[in-house]
């Protein structure tokens, strides 16, 4: 906590040594697993510190490695393209090659599904199984059975019942 305070406060410097700061507040918000106030704090240093091309670039490995912590890998993987294709910095620009590496065999190796092997199970001998399909069936003949017809009583008992519902209004 001490350390962040510090930093914080020296990031309000508007030289070299601001931007650094800035960058080590970001690096320490990332460490605490506060990714959505990390990409704050870079986006701030970018704004901030545009002249301090390398502070500006390593903060932009630093918000690569929070999109893969947050398991955005397409952001990740564009900006760490980004580095390595726009860095003057060779060092900045190894280290995007190699996370862009792993990102990228980790992707590689999840994509791959494990061979299945097909396993033929026989549940029938071969005589039974078409014994099934070739036998004859026996037809049973039915009667259906039948609706008995109203009687006189019946129909007035209904029409009755009727004429008793109350009807909605």
Avoid: H, M
Wanted: net charge negative.
């Amino acid at each position: 906590n001490k350390a962040l305070t510090e930093f914080a406060i020296a990031a309000s410097s508007l030289n070299k040594f601001g931007a650094e700061a800035k960058y080590n507040v970001a690096k320490i918000l990332n460490l605490r697993s506060e990714y959505d106030n990390c990409e704050v704090e870079v986006f701030g240093l970018i704004k901030k510190f545009p002249a301090y091309t390398f502070w500006v670039e390593k903060s932009l490995l630093l918000l690569a490695d929070n999109y893969v912590a947050k398991e955005d890998f397409f952001q990740a993987k564009i900006t760490l393209q980004n580095v390595i294709d726009n860095s003057v910095f060779d060092e900045l620009k190894e280290i995007a090659l190699g996370n862009l590496a792993a990102i990228e065999a980790a992707e590689a190796a999840e994509k791959k599904a494990p061979e299945v092997s097909e396993t033929e199970v026989e549940l029938f001998d071969k005589a039974e199984f078409e014994k099934l399909f070739s036998e004859e069936e026996e037809l049973i003949e039915e009667a259906l059975p039948t609706i008995p017809e109203k009687t006189e009583n019946q129909e007035e008992t209904i029409e009755e019942t009727i004429e008793e519902t109350p009807k909605d209004e």
